[in-house]
């Protein structure tokens, strides 16, 4: 089963996309997400330039031999483009073995450890009274699990508002936009924000938030131990991912429980968080920890030291990461929560799934493989649109973690 193509294809329908396509001599494809939010092009580059004349040829059954090759052979390692690269490829990989054999992927990763995916959905407003009114709106549709964000005032383009309904986007084409942060002001406000929630509709569901790194780690201790009343299912990133003894200070104060890891693209990014039991979530996922090769690896570990898993869901994976996503979460022993942000109805088109939401938990599909696929032709209608991330500053014109 040698490897015929190796195909990189980047799109836009409404965001971009990058996604590898292996085929086979043989005729089975498979594919994976590599897409590294406005950096896209230079993981596709990263593949088409020094990935791909490796690959061709090669048997495409060795998935763990293709994934040290590139991993160990290349010696420069770790980093979010590589390891986002080598996840596009191992993903794909994967999604071919379990064609070949017929089977769902779920079954080659040890087959069903439960019958459905908890979810978490984004509600957010411009106020504490829009916020609350649109986790309601998630209520309503079933969510057992939603993630509450709000603007905060003395602030402008506040981490985790968007203005499109069931997803936040924070990408936008151009320059980086240019935000503006004060941790006093969100220290003031994201608290009466949870007060709101759990006043209105008890504590009978999860209630997840985002802080996006904002805070030093005194500061998130003290929100920690603030927010202990609302009983947050998690905090999400409280403090930068990359300094893991800063979370022994966060873990010292409070018993609100973390997560963490969209960032993190090695289990090496979080040997010490988990074993020294700093963090409740891990929130590595497929596209940007490697692929599901190495993905298994960091939550191998976790599960040792009772850390479970968050995986990251944003809108800026493809749907072929959220398909692989929620093979790893059906298999895996410590599950904790799956984030999900539905795509739009473009994305949707280009990347026909099996997966469905309904009563607040994701099912992946039963096809044979990963259960999702790339339409080639509608892809092609999307060209790539140059797209950043914004950047935070503080009021006197100074940097801040985004
Ligand atoms: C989340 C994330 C995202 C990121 C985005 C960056 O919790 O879903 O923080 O919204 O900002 O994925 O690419
Ligand atoms: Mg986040």
């Known amino acids: 089963m040698r490897i015929a193509e190796v195909k990189v294809i980047v799109t836009?329908?409404?965001?971009?996309?990058?996604t590898v396509k292996i085929t086979t001599e043989d005729g089975l494809t498979g594919v994976g997400d590599a897409t590294l939010n406005g950096r896209e092009l230079a993981v596709a580059t990263?593949?088409?330039?020094?990935?791909?004349?490796?690959?061709?040829?090669?048997?495409a059954r060795r998935i763990e031999d293709t994934w040290q090759y590139l991993y160990r052979g290349a010696y420069w390692r770790r980093g979010p483009v590589t390891m986002t690269a080598i996840a596009g490829i191992d993903t794909a990989l994967w999604d071919i073995k379990a064609k070949a054999a017929g089977v769902p992927l779920y079954e080659l990763l040890g087959g069903r450890s439960r019958d459905r995916i908890l979810v978490y959905g984004h509600a957010q407003g411009a106020t504490?009274?829009?916020?609350?009114?649109?986790v309601g709106r998630f209520?309503?549709?079933?969510?057992?699990?939603?993630?509450?964000?709000?603007?905060?005032?003395?602030t402008q383009g506040t981490y985790g508002i968007g203005s499109d309904g069931d997803r936040y986007e924070p990408a936008s084409s151009g320059l980086p936009e240019e935000t503006l942060w004060s941790t006093a002001d969100y220290l003031a406000h994201a608290p009466t924000l949870f007060a709101a929630v759990r006043d209105k509709y008890g504590f009978d569901f999860h209630l997840l938030h985002d802080v996006h790194h904002r805070l030093t780690p005194i500061e998130a201790a003290g929100l920690g131990k603030a927010v202990e009343p609302y009983r947050l299912f998690c905090l999400e990133d409280p403090t930068p991912a990359e300094d893991q003894s800063a979370f022994r200070l966060v873990r010292q104060h409070t018993t609100t429980p973390i997560a963490t890891g969209e960032v993190f693209n090695s289990i090496f990014d979080c040997q010490q968080l988990i074993t020294e039991r700093l963090i409740d979530y891990i929130?590595?996922?497929?596209t940007h920890?490697?692929?599901?090769?190495?993905?298994?690896?960091i939550l191998a570990l976790a599960e040792l030291y009772g850390v479970r898993s968050g995986s990251h869901g944003a809108t800026d994976l493809s749907p072929v990461c959220l398909a692989a996503a929620l093979h790893v979460d059906t298999a895996i022993p410590n599950f904790g929560i799956q984030e999900y942000m539905p795509?739009?109805?473009?994305?949707?088109?280009?990347f026909p799934h099996g997966y469905r939401f309904s009563g607040g938990y994701l099912y992946p599909g039963e096809e044979p493989g990963l259960g999702v696929d790339i339409d080639?032709?509608?892809?092609?209608?999307?060209?790539y649109e140059p797209a950043y991330l914004p950047v935070a500053r503080l009021h006197d014109g100074s940097m801040h973690d985004w």
């Open 12 to 18: 836009s329908p409404g965001r971009n996309f990058v």
């Open 46 to 59: 990263y593949l088409t330039e020094h990935v791909r004349p490796l690959l061709l040829g090669r048997d």
């Open 128 to 134: 504490i009274d829009e916020t609350v009114a649109d």
């Open 139 to 154: 209520l309503d549709r079933g969510y057992r699990a939603v993630r509450a964000q709000t603007a905060v005032p003395g």
């Open 283 to 286: 929130r590595a996922t497929v």
């Open 289 to 297: 920890a490697g692929g599901i090769t190495h993905l298994r690896r």
């Open 343 to 350: 795509h739009t109805a473009d994305t949707d088109r280009v």
């Open 376 to 383: 080639e032709d509608a892809a092609a209608e999307y060209p």
